[in-house]
C-alpha cells in the first residue's frame, strides 16, 4: 500500500497507507503504515476522517513531532547469537 503524509500549517495532517491505529489520545496517536510505526505528537489531537479499508486517516491539532520506527525488527542480541 503506499504512504502518504501531508501536514497543513502543523495543524491538519492527512495519511495514506494507515494499516492500524494502536494508541490515540489528545497528545499522541501512534499507527502502523505502509513504511514503519509512525508516531505523532502534539496537543488537542483528534481524529477528523479514519478508513483503515481505504488507508486514510486525517487528524487536526497541533502537531508537534512525527517519529517513524520500523517495523522489520531484528531478531536482537538472542536472535542473532542463534544464527
Sequence with gaps: ???????HQRNLLDLEGVT???????MSVI???SQGELSICGQSLHVRQLNLE???LSIE????SLTYRD???KGGLFGR???
Design 81 to 83: 547469537l542463534l544464527r
Design 61 to 64: 491539532g497541533k502537531i508537534d
Design 1 to 7: 500500500m503506499p504512504h502518504q503524509l501531508v501536514l
Design 20 to 26: 492500524e491505529v494502536e494508541q490515540f489520545d489528545e
Design 31 to 33: 499507527v502502523c503504515t
Design 54 to 56: 481505504c488507508g486514510v
Design 71 to 73: 517495523i522489520h525488527k
